[in-house]
């Protein structure tokens, strides 16, 4: 069953830094993989996604995420960090539902002044 | 409004009780998506639809039940509502194996 692993439910960073959110997967067919954004009281909103193609991909709000085969990982990052990215942050796996989504379990961002 | 819409935004309600948490989209999507968030869990899939009368479950169906009559709306029941069903539901839409739209969720408490 396809499954992804969030490293690390809060993450803490320096406005300016570089964002690192870690995500690990696991599937038994070529994945597609999301990073979802969730703003406070309300639904998720797409980052950016890997479906096919080049590996490097780049979403809203100057995110990117690389996929990378060999070590089963789509980390999202982002060179500097604004006070307005402190949210919560969901990837997820295609899954053999009907199309639905196996979510990890989120990681808080956290920016700070 | 184009999009997808939940209704209600919040409901509170006793155990036992019957709960309907509705679910529209103006996209014309075939695949519908019921999802539930609790803390520590991330979401899970409860219910999925690929089409007008045609309904699976996913991880974590029961006590729930869904209908699809019509391409743009997934109902979602809660047949006796339990302490343990208070969550935040959300619903989403897609045309495929690509990025799935949510709705604005529904904050259910169940006392």
């Known amino acids: 069953a396809q499954s992804v692993t969030q490293l690390g439910s809060h993450v803490s960073v320096s406005e300016g830094a570089l964002v690192l959110l870690r995500c690990n997967y696991s599937?038994?067919?070529?994945?597609?993989l999301f990073w979802y954004v969730q703003y406070p009281n309300q639904g998720l909103q797409l980052l950016l996604k890997?479906?096919?193609?080049?590996?490097l991909v780049k979403g809203i709000n100057g995110f990117e995420a690389e996929f990378k085969k060999s070590e089963t990982s789509f980390h999202l990052t982002k060179p500097s960090a604004h006070m307005s990215d402190s949210d919560e942050y969901f990837c997820?796996?295609?899954?053999?539902?009907?199309?639905?989504?196996?979510f990890g379990k989120g990681t808080s961002l956290l920016v700070t002044p | 409004d184009a999009g997808i819409t939940q209704s209600p935004r919040y409901k509170i309600t006793e155990t036992g009780r019957q709960v309907t948490l509705m679910c529209h989209q103006t996209?014309?999507?075939?695949?519908m998506f019921w999802y539930r968030q609790d803390l520590g869990h991330g979401l899970r899939l409860i219910y999925y639809?690929?089409?007008?009368?045609?309904?699976d479950k996913g991880e974590v169906p029961d006590g729930y039940v869904v209908s699809r009559s019509k391409t743009e709306n997934f109902p979602l029941t809660l047949e006796s509502a339990t302490r343990s069903q208070t969550s935040v539901y959300f619903c989403?839409?897609?045309?495929?194996?690509?990025?799935?739209?949510f709705g604005p969720g529904t904050r259910l408490t169940v006392t």
């Open positions: 989403a839409s897609s045309g495929g194996r690509n990025e799935q739209y």
């Open positions: 599937s038994s067919v070529p994945p597609y």
């Open positions: 890997y479906t096919t193609g080049a590996t």
């Open positions: 997820a796996v295609s899954s053999n539902s009907g199309y639905a989504l196996n």
């Open positions: 996209w014309s999507h075939s695949y």
């Open positions: 639809s690929a089409a007008a009368d045609i309904t």
